[in-house]
């Protein structure tokens, strides 16, 4: 079992270079989302996942795409790297949603990104 | 709308009480409390809902305050093991969980 696998561990882009962030979970998890942290700023949703076939936006998803088409799979794409994308992102999830206050989030071990 | 946080970092010696607090401007509906030590994920603490319950974890406690829309950590007795940031993660009715800027706690021997 082995959680919330998040590839690749670290990245180096230059601007305007796309690529893609996977995330994968193994325990049938309905929630996913992706969050990406900087310096004094916290944790930022960027986009969240209630189950296979639907997404929707969080605080921060200008130049982020995700698509949902199995359970176990989120993955996050830059479209167009730029420089303020540089970050630590994180991919999280729970059996079901996060409002109910019965459903803890798992975290993946993140991912650095640094966009030159 | 990200929740509010205070003290954005606080020292405390072993064996020390800390409060850590979680305020919004919008009416509260769960509170989700998280510990992420350095380099590492967040990590679960405890869920609160509202409806002014406490709950309790060992050491760690935490309340929430429906009608001041604010929730308060607190940590009793500090060990060395506490020392991290904390997030508190807000929901408003929806499947959003918008997380706080941190406070980070050092606990010092």
């Known amino acids: 079992n082995a959680g919330v696998t998040q590839t690749p561990k670290f990245q180096v882009l230059k601007t305007g270079q796309s690529m893609t962030l996977q995330c994968a979970q193994d325990m049938n998890h309905e929630y996913m989302s992706w969050y990406r942290q900087d310096p004094g700023m916290g944790l930022r949703l960027i986009h969240y996942s209630v189950g296979a076939g639907i997404t929707d936006q969080g605080e921060v998803p200008n130049g982020y795409n995700v698509s949902r088409s199995t359970t176990e799979d989120f993955p996050l794409r830059l479209l167009s790297a730029a420089p303020s994308q540089t970050s630590v992102y994180f991919c999280?999830?729970?059996?079901?949603?996060?409002?109910?206050?019965?459903?803890?989030?798992?975290f993946g071990a993140g991912s650095r990104l640094t966009v030159l | 709308q990200q929740p509010v946080q205070s003290p954005q970092a606080v020292i405390l010696r072993e064996g020390e009480d800390a409060v850590i607090n979680c305020s919004s401007s919008?009416?509260?509906?769960?509170v989700h409390w998280y510990r992420q030590k350095h380099g590492e994920a967040p990590v679960f603490l405890m869920i609160?809902?509202?409806?002014?319950e406490q709950k309790g974890h060992e050491k760690i406690s935490a309340s929430f305050n429906e009608k001041k829309q604010q929730s308060s950590l607190y940590l009793t007795a500090s060990q060395l093991s506490y020392s991290g940031t904390y997030f508190c993660?807000?929901?408003?009715?929806?499947?959003?969980?918008?997380f706080g800027t941190g406070t980070r706690l050092t606990i010092i021997p």
């Open positions: 993660g807000t929901t408003f009715g929806n499947e959003k969980l918008t």
């Open positions: 999280a999830s729970s059996p079901g949603g996060v409002s109910s206050g019965a459903n803890v989030l798992t």
């Open positions: 919008k009416a509260l509906y769960s």
């Open positions: 609160l809902l509202k409806g002014g």
